[in-house]
């Protein structure tokens, strides 16, 4: 077994790697991205490793880095995002040591940079992941939740109000700036201009537009031309109860249930600034308004329980999967982020 940077070579295991791992209780959906490399292209020189069976022609695990500029404390600090770290489900079970030097191989290219800490989110059922993590000296320091909701449904009926909701399709970032600073640049993990540079073509790329209403505001991020999910299972029953919710969805703001080998799209909502809550149901239903035209299933809202707004959109969410925020200080003195943190969309 060797370990080794990954390659664009390795796309189409690195690909069937990921279609072995479906999400999902009843109904299970399987990621897929047409370029398994599109997250660490997120990042500028990102730590990307493979553990090999050279005898075998197995890739057995996957580890990757993505070294940030973020603020922590009120200072600048330079982290590392833990990221696409998963075992094959075909090689050996228990805890592999290739899992283990996978990590070790990680850790020594994360000292030659001089990264101050780690942080990564892991979902709350993934125990074998959060042992691993725990192990290693990582702490849990916040919980986000993936607020689902989707938009068959109206979220308003106001005409009027609705038409006062204004659509930017690119802000210009040195206008954002401003706005983006005092909303969240107290946050810790929020990036400094530094990456926001680093960043700027993921920006143009997937940033669909800016829907503002009075005082309040909201993003969208959409990577459905790189990255969606398919149903591989649907139980019976769903199947059955798919034109009763297809008819009542009209009404009630139902979930759209899918139909076998359906391909999945979702658009992520980011940067909320929720200046009165009057304003959440016209914002979110004029972009309830561009989805459809999109042919989008849902809106993803990541918000934390200290989040502004969380609890209005939350009553909004029809499943709300929950994933943990770890860290771990790598030199002395460097603190733990503290919640409520900023969630930055482009790490997903």
């Known amino acids: 077994m060797r370990v080794r940077p990954a390659t664009a070579a390795d796309n189409e295991k690195l690909i069937a790697i990921e279609k072995l791992t479906p999400q999902g209780g009843q109904i299970k959906l399987v990621s897929e991205r047409k370029d398994y490399f599109f997250r660490a292209k997120k990042f500028a020189d990102p730590i990307f490793l493979v553990a090999e069976d050279e005898d075998a022609d197995m890739i057995l695990g996957i580890m990757g880095v993505g070294p940030v500029t973020v603020k922590l ?74 607020l689902t909701m989707p938009v068959h449904a109206s979220f308003c009926r106001n005409r009027s109000e609705v038409e006062q909701v204004v659509f930017t399709p690119k802000p210009g970032e040195e206008q954002e700036r401003d706005a983006l600073e005092n909303s969240f640049g107290r946050l810790d993990l929020y990036p400094d201009w530094i990456q926001r540079e680093a960043t700027r073509e993921q920006r143009e790329k997937y940033l669909f537009g800016k829907f503002s209403c009075r005082g309040s505001s909201v993003k969208v991020w959409d990577t459905t031309d790189e990255y969606t999910q398919r149903v591989l299972n649907i139980p019976t029953l769903f199947g059955l109860l798919r034109p009763i919710f297809r008819v009542g969805s009209k009404v009630f703001p139902l979930p759209h249930i899918p139909s076998l080998g359906e391909e999945i799209k979702v658009w992520e909502l980011f940067d909320l600034v929720l200046d009165q809550p009057a304003d959440l149901n016209p914002l979110l239903e004029k972009v309830r308004q561009a989805a459809v035209a999109k042919g989008i299933h ?36 460097i603190p733990l982020p503290k919640p409520p943190t900023y969630f930055d969309v482009s790490f997903l």
Do not use: C
Request: aromatic content about 12%; cysteine-free.
């Open 73 to 146: 404390n009120g200072e600048t600090r330079q982290a590392g995002l833990v990221f696409d770290w998963r075992s094959n489900p075909q090689a050996p079970k228990g805890l592999p040591r290739h899992m283990f030097r996978l990590w070790q191989a990680a850790h020594k290219e994360i000292i030659r940079r001089d990264l101050d800490f780690l942080f990564g989110y892991v979902k709350e059922d993934n125990e074998r992941s959060a042992s691993i993590i725990t192990r290693s000296g990582a702490q849990v320091v916040e919980s986000k939740d993936f």
């Open 298 to 333: 849902y809106l993803v809202a990541t918000l934390g329980p200290d989040d502004k707004g969380y609890k209005e959109v939350a009553r909004k969410a029809w499943v709300r999967p929950r994933y943990h925020l770890f860290a771990m200080p790598l030199k002395e003195g």
